[in-house]
């Protein structure tokens, strides 16, 4: 159950109250927040004289639900706003690994030109293997940082693991929780005290239920802007990477107050396919996408095989703003 | 390995060669076309003779691949036609079961104002329980044939089991062979001796390798004219009906050369989500969608949760033609 | 809701009183038993005074459930029976095809010389590519029948789809319908009419409710005699086969009244983890297990990969006597 | 590839070479063990002088290959030993969560009634909500060390998020790294470095290649002493909690040199099946089992459906010791 206490109700009380209902607690506003296990129905009588409005909940999917908040999350960074009362898809590219100093200017530059104004790259790379590319580390997010000012892009990476997450929030303008890291308490607690927004990756072999209870572990610090990343699911097709769930997607929409990106690069893992799985998703009418573009995929340290290069990309842009156009929706 | 023989190969003396080569073998336009185990990589020394030309191939997607012939399958029914040289999404809707002539004709009515003409209904319906509605069978097959005759549509409807084959085929424009029927080697070799297209849906537990194979058996019974259908997947995923497969899609596009069509009906199993599917699924750029609509889907005797009304349907085909415009589509 | 009328119930009014409820009908011992759709919870009053017990019932899982018959079937063959008050194992074993009788042959001799009494061998090869071996057909069910009359052996053989069904019938002992057929009504209400026990393989992309259902199709035909088949299912992982489903079988183990066999050679499709997979079933207390065996699996036609040869088979057949008895089973 | 460095190669020496080839680099006995990139299939001719032997690799599976190291790793813990040159199976048993210390001590008290020595529990809870029971944490820790100094048992706790590691690590005697952490490499990392047994769990969304590979994050820091647990994959079948993927499980005991657990608890997810599949899996020959037992579950605060009580368990135990027997195992 989600209970708003009064305005009235001093820290110490609300405190108080949320160690008796054992509910997780944040200040909103002017008022305390309480979100207590969902198997609590009802407010007990002695607590109602401190609650302003109480919502019972279905399940452990709370914060996050349409039934207790009905209107999109509004989700801010820089000059750029998706959700609340916009109509923005917003466009997020760039390549999976940052390699050079090269690389990522050429990007940017590219970003710039075509009026994207949100750049991701990754960092510290989550591979699955010990022996090959692992990222540049801090390095990449130096290189990162100097690409904005140079660009006035935005930027968003990945936190792999809690060991350098302070470095990631300190550098970026959203953080990334990439879909290996999705479980990790101590990456979305730290994630909830801070004021930017989080990007949540779902990740491959999660259910939708669980996706948005690690988003709850999120909202309940008190960060109210998150956001929600489909980036394919693993099924028992292999000719493709992921299978890119849209479906999943659509419930996302339907149930949750948490704009929604999709991911097609990493759903599909083939840049040929990538164009036509982004024009659907626009037409989907998704809040955005996560793009991979890259100067030269060929020789990409990562990810090789599913990285636009520029030409495809600035095709695709074009296309996409067209498509966009016909849903009523503003690429931004 | 695909043979073409020589226009001058006797019939006899082709079947020799097939029954040699253990190979399938058919007429196309005024010679024979013969298909070979994938693992045969040569044409034999003693049959290059009687051989035109020949397409070694790496697994047993063979005529349908993209190696062997790589422009679209033109596909052509009644007056319409898709692939090809065309740009065409073709819109095929309707209700998943028959139920009684009132409901059918007055879909019907609204196909023709919408200037949609192909209709598709169940009538022997492949329920997974025997205690519950089957459908009304030949009986509703009179009844597709009256509402084409009324409003000049063209039919489509399914068979479950090889037990009715014939009279679908009778009655129908396109024979559809459904999701749990496409292993069904008796109905795919019969649809193979037919000159009607045949729109395959693939199972939800089926690789892309064993859809596109079992296209295969139809294909090399000489009817050229398959149609692939993505239906949904069975995952992990259990908050909505199946899981969309787009990538899947984009497989299909990039390495076959049979036109697609899309079910976003059957994929997300509730109305709610299918609009903004079907959106996505013509931005994709598939050559067609199916669409479930009933005039009242909460009394429907099958699929009641997924079933658009006639106002949803009708809002979603003005809108799926603006994005077909965008995408240099033309929306039949 | 399954319904047994009295005794004294006519057919006539009998089949009136099924008519009314859309309900299925067959006689059993001197009454007719009647199995509505699960959604109806009581016996209407008008129809109470020709009932003699009724069990509403959860889902359409109704015939097969313990709720309704908590008494495990018992199934017989030849002299063989498995379920009711037995304790036995079963072992059923051979190749995946027939190939030639000195093959079939040879493998009948060494089950006689084990102690084996059941022999498994396909003649209508549900094969996924149309240019694959497709089994020898009639022929094979001939060489099959000469092997049982020779070594005094009970046989099974897979109907592949319905152009055959006859031919399995009249020469086979069990019935068996494959993976890819179990949703095949055709076939499945044809097993329902006849007299001889069918083993009924779960589809690699079956649900447990949807396999137990396709069950419902035979049993309510008025045919008692249904085993399970647990054979692998489809997932993510491709360095096997197949997923063997053990959870699986331990639900229907646990819920339904119907023998339950494993077959671990069509799960693992490598020879190297059939034993070890074979041994965990015994343990697990399965009523059977499927089990394929060739005199040379390397020039085998199909499934060669996963057969055993007869000197790892002779092996594998005495650990698992061992291990029969530790868990109180007798291996027959 | 893996290198072993000849024992006259100094240390500055190897971590040059291991830089040149991109290598990670610890050492064994008194020599230096590089594992480069799988993608080098040849020593440089620069470098051989230095080089004792060399493994070139098919993919990065390397130092859990059996392709490297064909005998099995002895893995020990107290007095306990598995792998090597042992035939034991060891039993690991315990409630999911420590919830008190009646409770944790009664399990202490009936495990070493039964002769097992290794008791495992959870202090550090990876919930999928944070509206539920999180573990007793530190406090967990110190009533697992006291049960172990009162009954003379080992232990065994799950690392969740790297927050709490090191307390783990202190108080544990074999380190747990749950599913959902298996992909986190700061933890890898970290227990790659020390001198523990790591049992490492089996994502549920995770490849048996991917698993493997997160082992080499361990073995190339150094710890020699890699368990892997197969604890069930999430598939389409939603009746039991989890698909035991047991011919996963012979995979990895075909292809790698690391010690097997198997855990039938979090596969089945339900109390009724997990003596069936706990005895199937002694009789498949793994390595050990995990099992969840509780004195009273139906009050358990987390997995309060798939644990055993006392009276169950004790009689599993009895059961598992005649199957070992049977197979030619030793219980421990």
């Known amino acids: 159950m989600v209970i708003h206490l009064k305005n009235t109700v001093s820290a110490s009380i609300a405190n108080e109250i949320a160690q008796q209902l054992q509910a997780s607690i944040f200040q909103e506003n002017d008022y305390f927040v309480l979100v207590t ?133 300190e ?53 109210s802007e998150v956001i929600l990343c489909e980036r394919g699911i693993r099924t028992f097709e292999t000719k493709t990477r992921f299978t890119f769930d849209l479906c999943g997607a659509a419930w996302l929409k339907q149930y949750t107050n948490c704009p929604v990106i999709l991911d097609p690069s990493h759903a599909m893992g083939y840049a040929y396919g990538v164009p036509d799985l982004a024009k659907a998703s626009v037409a989907f009418g998704c809040d955005g996408l996560l793009i991979e573009v890259h100067p030269n995929p060929k020789v990409a340290k990562s990810d090789s095989a599913q990285q636009l290069d520029f030409e495809v990309f600035t095709k695709l842009v074009g296309d996409m703003r067209k498509i966009a156009g016909a849903v009523g929706k503003e690429m931004i």
């Open 37 to 169: 296990p969902s198997a609590l129905k009802a407010v007990p009588e002695a607590i109602q004289p401190h609650v302003q409005a109480a919502w019972p909940m279905d399940s452990d999917i709370q914060l996050a639900s349409k039934n207790y908040r009905s209107v999109l999350r509004s989700i801010r960074w820089g000059n750029t706003e998706i959700g609340g009362e916009t109509n923005h898809t917003v466009v997020i590219a760039g390549p999976c690994s940052i390699e050079s100093w090269e690389q990522i200017e050429s990007v940017g530059k590219l970003l710039k030109s075509l009026n994207i104004n949100t750049l991701r790259a990754g960092c510290y790379k989550p591979r699955t293997s010990p022996y090959t590319f692992q990222g540049l580390g801090l390095e990449g997010l130096k290189m990162l940082a100097e690409v904005r000012r140079l660009y006035g892009l935005n930027i968003i990476t990945e936190v792999k693991d809690s060991s350098h997450i302070e470095e990631v929030i």
């Open 171 to 223: 550098y970026t303008d959203i953080v990334q929780i990439g879909a290996k890291a999705m479980y990790d308490q101590s990456i979305l607690r730290r994630c909830g005290e801070i004021r930017k927004p989080v990007l949540l990756k779902r990740g491959f072999g999660t259910t939708l239920q669980e996706f948005v209870q690690s988003a709850e572990f999120i909202l309940s610090g008190g960060n």
